[in-house]
């Protein structure tokens, strides 16, 4: 007897090995096997995860949420289990229950690096970056036996990069070649902004490892964030080409074509990604960014309702539909959004958010004492958040001066690439620049881009203290290479085309030099006004002097400050136009914009309302309506609160729309 039941138990051993080996190539036949074990053996557990993950992995993935689900409540403590419910729901489109699988499987086995390169893949599908990273690296950690790496991945996934970074420094002196070392370092440099340091050690990372997926997929990731469109599909497509149906490639190409303005594609990825993961918030969310670009009103709506509905605490979501600024909330809705701020865990990002909507919908309610309150609380929230110096601006115009003065131009007369393509809106955000361009774009024989990061990024690859010494070859190069980064923004044949990047006022002394020709428009609104509304706005990136109402103030005074300047060095450079003045008389100041950049008056400029084109800015519905006066004096039910902003302002307040003296 004792003989008969260890040769039965033998021969159920090796069916289960048997199953397993069978599952990754032929899973149909493992599914066999492990009903017929269960058949001889009811239960079992072994051959129940082997059932599991074999009807996974014959995509039958009810059946196998049914069988996994089951064995995970008789097994709670089965970490192997855990991660195949956790991948059964995240090919399933279940994030949230796939997060929190997956999150229980690297509980019970940390270890475990597959359920943490799981967990990675399900977070940055659903848009945590951070979260992704740092289960990345504890994927790093569990893969390791290397004690300097298990440390550095240890520090950066704790965000500790002072520690992290002399370590894989170190680590690189010993072994130059150590990729998994270079792709941390690449991370580190991505954290920081140093996105041109980041690329470079990817892209050395991927020469010593070609199959390296994670590092081309950073890789990719760091050019899009560098603006690099072109060569950031170059990036990502053989990804995909290998594995076509990866969301989180498929989610990276559809920001990378939103970037290079090819917006229709980017939609139909974002709907090929919810078509089979259909719960992700972020996602929706993406959709409705790209319908909200087209003028789709009603789509965008829905697609940020139906995130919302899956995350009522996203507050993005909530702060997408404020930025419609048509958008009126509902007394249920700023319900929600106040339980949502009550939430004990919720998200630092969730919470500003919130705060700025909730402003929103408070202002648009009429209690300016309450919407305040709330766009009081956002700032707060952002400015603790960001490093920003405003001295630093007022010291950055001051050498600015220094550069281009008037012997500066002269000695230069005839230098940069001579092309007229480019008409730069330059200004603070909020301040009416978005209803020039699309005035602009109204035209004929004008195209409409956005606000394109090429002017800034040149600068910094030059460096500003360096442009005096440059000759005049290396002047038109720049030049040449602006129009070359910007050719892929260009859908249409028309002869111009308008880059409105509001930062690119700091630069307009480069722009003058390496395109001489190019016309430079400034679109200027009242100080108040204009600086209200940037306190007002939660921007995604790039505009950290706008959560203080001193530092907006200080901001706008060095602006006003550097184009005074521009105006006495370079005369006639910049046409100006104030946005009280294009209200009041939009026929007028139309035609001498137009006549100010060489174009024909075309009436469609007057009905600019009707163009139909992708706004990339937060006054896309705005410009699809005609001008309205209501914007001029929204910042006086909020004047009482402005003490900050007035002194910073100083003399330029006073002085509007004229310019104080030098």
């Known amino acids: 007897m004792a003989s008969s039941a260890s040769h039965a138990t033998g021969s159920i051993g090796e069916a289960l090995a048997h199953a397993e080996r069978m599952a990754a190539s032929r899973p149909d036949l493992a599914l066999m096997q492990a009903e017929e074990i269960l058949r001889a053996v009811p239960n079992m557990p072994q051959a129940l995860l082997i059932k599991g993950r074999a009807q996974r992995l014959s995509g039958d993935l009810d059946a196998a949420r049914a069988t996994l689900a089951g064995l995970f409540a008789d097994q709670p403590r089965s970490a192997a289990t855990a991660l195949e419910l956790g991948l059964t729901h995240y090919l399933a489109g279940d994030a949230a229950a796939a997060t ?32 992704a990273d740092r289960a990345y690296l504890a994927g790093v950690r569990a893969s390791t036996s290397d004690p300097a790496l298990m440390q550095a991945a240890l520090a950066l996934s704790d965000n500790r990069l002072d520690i992290a970074e002399p370590i894989l420094r170190d680590r690189l002196k010993q072994r130059p070649t150590d990729v998994a070392a270079i792709r941390m370092l690449a991370e580190i440099a991505g954290r920081l902004g140093r996105y041109r340091d980041a690329g470079n050690l990817l892209e050395r990372a991927i020469e010593l490892a070609p199959g390296f997926v994670a590092a081309r997929h950073n890789h990719a990731l760091v050019l899009h964030r560098q603006g690099r469109g072109e060569e950031a599909m170059v990036a990502i497509d053989p990804l995909l080409a290998a594995d076509p149906g990866n969301p989180s ?16 594609q980017a939609i139909a990825i974002y709907r090929r990604v919810l078509a089979g993961y259909p719960h992700q918030p972020k996602v929706w969310m993406s959709l409705g960014h790209m319908l909200k670009t087209l003028g789709e009103q009603e789509e965008c709506v829905a ?26 909330f509902s007394d249920g809705d700023r319900a929600a959004m106040r339980a949502a701020l009550e939430a004990p865990d919720l998200d630092g990002e969730d919470r500003f958010h919130l705060e700025f909507a909730l402003g929103k919908a408070e202002e648009d309610a009429g209690d300016a004492e309450a919407s305040f309150a709330h766009y009081v609380e956002g700032n707060r929230g952002r400015r603790a958040a960001i490093d920003y110096d405003a001295a630093e601006l007022t010291r950055a115009v001051a050498r600015a001066e220094a550069i281009y003065t008037p012997d500066f131009f002269a000695e230069r007369q005839g230098w940069g690439c001579p092309a007229v393509d480019p008409i730069f809106v ?19 024989q004008v195209e409409g881009t956005s606000e394109l990061p090429d002017i800034a990024a040149l600068v910094m690859e030059v460096g500003p203290a360096k442009v005096g010494g440059l000759d005049r070859a290396a002047v038109r190069a720049l030049g040449e290479a602006y129009l070359d980064r910007t050719r892929i923004q260009r859908k249409t044949a028309r002869p111009f085309f308008i880059d409105k990047m509001p930062n690119n006022w700091a630069h307009t002394g480069f722009i003058k030099l390496i395109l001489p020709n190019a016309k430079i428009v400034d679109a200027r609104r009242h100080p108040l006004g204009c600086c209200l509304s940037n306190f007002k706005q939660h921007f995604a990136r790039g505009q950290a002097f706008t959560y203080d109402l001193a530092d907006i103030g200080h901001y706008y005074r060095d602006y006003v400050r550097w184009m005074a300047h521009l105006d006495r060095v370079a005369p006639g450079a910049v046409h100006r136009v104030f946005y009280e003045r294009m209200v009041e008389d939009q ?3 139309t035609r001498a914009l137009l006549a ?34 209501e914007g001029m004096e929204q910042w006086k039910r909020f004047d009482r609160w402005l003490g900050p902003l007035r002194e910073a302002l100083g003399p330029v307040l006073d002085a509007y729309p004229d310019v104080p003296a030098a």
């Not at 019970?108 to 659903?126: N, Q, S």
């Not at 330059?426 to 004929?444: D, K, W």
């Open 596 to 629: 100010a950049l060489g174009l024909p008056f075309e009436e469609a400029c007057l009905r600019f309302h009707e163009t139909q084109r992708a706004v990339r800015t937060a006054s896309s519905e705005q410009v699809r309506q005609p001008i309205f006066r």
């Open 100 to 131: 929190a699988a997956l999150r229980r499987a690297t509980e019970l086995k940390p270890d475990m690096a597959e359920g943490w390169t799981a967990l990675a893949d399900v977070l940055r599908l659903g848009g945590d970056e951070a979260g």
């Open 303 to 328: 697609a940020y309702r139906r995130a919302i509905a899956m995350r009522p605490e996203l507050g993005e979501a909530w702060w997408s539909l404020a930025n419609l600024k048509t958008y009126r």
């Open 426 to 444: 330059v200004s603070l955000p909020r301040s009416g620049s978005t209803l020039i361009e699309q005035i602009l774009a109204s035209h004929s």
């Open 587 to 589: 026929e007028g100041e």
């Open 249 to 264: 490639y498929l989610n990276l190409k559809a920001a990378i074509l939103s970037g290079t303005g090819d917006f229709v």
